[in-house]
């Protein structure tokens, strides 16, 4: 099950008790002081400007002091964009092309895959499904794959989604140093590093061949507003922006919720993280009280946690089938991945304590009757 239609997708966004966990979405409460940007915003009618091309300047110099820090290169600039997708195919638009391969793991998020492969470029994949390699690329893998190509783009994405692996500065470090030595660009997907336990940046190991991705949707909640972020040193910024497709300026509404929220991230992230670790718990509990069904990293540096379904012999697609049916809505490892069909759910835990209690105590039921058709 890669995902419903877009006429069923509709169909369950009009629904008021469904409990989204697939989309790695926020649905904890906003922040007070959110609420009233927005609604300040609203009453002020800031929608009927557009932004700055780039972003207003104050979200942009928030962005860089949070993830470059107060030391940066004056080199270093930001575009914010229409959530960090938007910025992901401006970069593997303007990057992409037939000479071009991108490399990235198996499973991976799916769609700069596509972006890259309607410029003309090759797409490998390289398998991490693996507990041996810790669900991690594997940097001697990484080289011999850079090796057979003329030009390489290295996505990578830190935390994984879908796994919730994590990569340590060594890890980090030897990947730069095969990127650098075959001169590849690395895209690093930080989407969900707030949720880490220790996150590193591989900018500050390579910074003139690394662009850096950033989102609001997931720590912030503010997914439906699309705000994101590239970060990329000048020369290579000037090249994307080049031909940045949002050049009216991306949602007002959500900068201005994104420049209320840095006012309070530190204090606002720690309670989203003792919420998400909380729920992680829970559905630990649950998974471990039933037969056939493993958590693949524990704890996962996401906000979500996969769980492999294999030993149980009872199909994940036919599990999220009948979650559904019961009103939860979580994804499947064929979403992320084209050889794992069928293998491993994904289940979001950036949502109210009551959404995991109920997944808690539906999934006996819920496997037991998966079991006997």
């Known amino acids: ?7 069923n997708f509709d169909n369950l966004h009009k629904s008021e008790d469904m409990r989204w966990m697939g989309q790695n979405t926020n649905h904890l409460p906003a922040h007070p002081l959110v609420k009233e940007a927005l609604l300040k915003g609203i009453h002020d009618q800031s929608y009927n400007l557009y932004a700055p091309p780039q972003g207003l300047e104050e979200l942009r110099e928030q962005v860089l002091r949070d993830l470059v820090g107060p030391n940066r290169s004056h080199g270093t600039q930001v575009l914010i964009t229409d959530g960090a997708v938007e910025g992901l195919y401006l970069v593997c638009k303007r990057l992409s092309d037939e000479n071009t391969t991108l490399v990235t793991t198996d499973p991976t998020w799916v769609w700069p895959l596509n972006f890259s492969r309607n410029e003309g470029a090759n797409i490998s994949r390289l398998p991490i499904y693996d507990k041996a390699k810790n669900y991690k690329l594997d940097p001697q893998e990484l080289e011999s794959q850079l090796s057979l190509n ?7 994405i830190d935390p994984l989604n879908p796994l919730g692996s994590c990569y340590d500065l060594d890890e980090l470090t ?5 990127a650098k030595k075959y001169d590849a660009v690395v895209v690093h997907d930080c989407t969900y590093r707030d949720f880490a336990f220790e996150h590193f940046l591989m900018r500050d190991l390579y910074p003139e061949k690394t662009i850096t991705t950033y989102s609001f949707s997931k720590w912030l909640g503010i997914a ?3 705000t994101g972020a590239i970060i990329a040193d000048e020369a290579l910024f000037e090249h994307l922006v080049d ?3 949002n050049i009216l300026g991306s949602n007002i509404l959500g900068q201005l919720a994104a420049i209320a929220a ?17 729920n992680q718990d829970i559905i630990k509990g649950a998974v471990d009280l039933l037969a056939g069904l493993n958590p693949v990293v524990y704890p996962s540096n996401g906000n979500f946690l996969a769980v492999d379904c294999v030993d149980s012999g009872v199909s994940a697609n036919a599990i999220a089938e009948e979650l559904l049916r019961r009103g939860i809505f979580v994804r499947t490892s064929d979403y ?3 050889i794992l069909k069928d293998v491993f759910l994904k289940i979001s835990t950036t949502v109210p304590e009551e959404w995991a209690d109920q997944f808690a105590e539906e999934l006996p039921g819920v496997l037991e009757k998966c079991s006997t058709k």
């Open 1 to 7: 099950m890669v995902g419903p239609s877009a006429q």
């Open 336 to 338: 992320h991945s084209d």
């Open 224 to 226: 439906g507003l699309r």
């Open 243 to 245: 031909d940045q497709p």
């Open 262 to 278: 840095f006012k309070v991230k530190r204090e606002w992230v720690d309670q989203v993280n003792l919420v998400q670790r909380r």
């Open 174 to 178: 030897r990947i730069a140093e095969v």
């Open 150 to 156: 003329k030009k390489s783009i290295i996505y990578l």
